[in-house]
């Protein structure tokens, strides 16, 4: 795990720190955000999130799981979202789509980076939020979306 991990770090290593929000959790709406769960002084997120070559806007905010609103988001600007979201919480919505869960993130298109360039990515997999063997998988997946924009630049 060490080394797959170190090998993720190297490859980040001299590409730009984006800065990255971790939406650990939040209720679906038809409209607006409500209050959003970040990622704050989370060890598991932030180590992770490093690890990918990203930076976590929210890590100064106070606590593992600090709650914001749309104007937190706004305040902290990220280039990147990551919305985690809980496979109960989508089958409850009868069938959202990834599209969908972005669309949720509209409203900020004027005022946050990451919407109005489309860097909003969900994610639903369980490996995502559980420290373990698969922490691997979120790295290299983290790695991935986080460094996406870089690949058109």
């Known amino acids: 795990m060490v ?5 993720i770090r190297k490859e980040t290593a001299n590409m730009k720190k984006r800065r990255t929000l971790i939406s650990i959790f939040r209720e679906l709406h038809k409209e607006g955000l409500g209050e959003i769960y970040v990622a704050g002084a989370n060890p598991y997120f932030n180590e992770l999130l490093e690890i990918a070559g990203g930076v976590n806007v929210a890590q100064d905010l106070g606590g593992m799981a600090p709650i914001i609103t749309a104007e937190g988001v706004i305040e902290l600007n990220p280039e990147v979202i990551i919305d985690m979201q809980p496979p109960e919480k989508i089958a409850a919505r009868d069938g ?3 599209k969908e869960t972005r669309a949720d993130w509209d409203s900020l298109k004027n005022g ?5 360039l489309g860097q909003v ?3 639903w997999d369980d490996y995502a939020s559980c420290p373990g063997p698969r922490s691997i998988r979120f790295a290299r997946w983290l790695a991935d979306v986080v460094h996406e924009q870089d690949s058109v630049e």
């Open 3 to 7: 080394e797959e991990l170190e090998s």
């Open 96 to 98: 959202l789509k990834e």
């Open 112 to 116: 946050v980076d990451a919407v109005r």
């Open 121 to 123: 990515y969900p994610i």
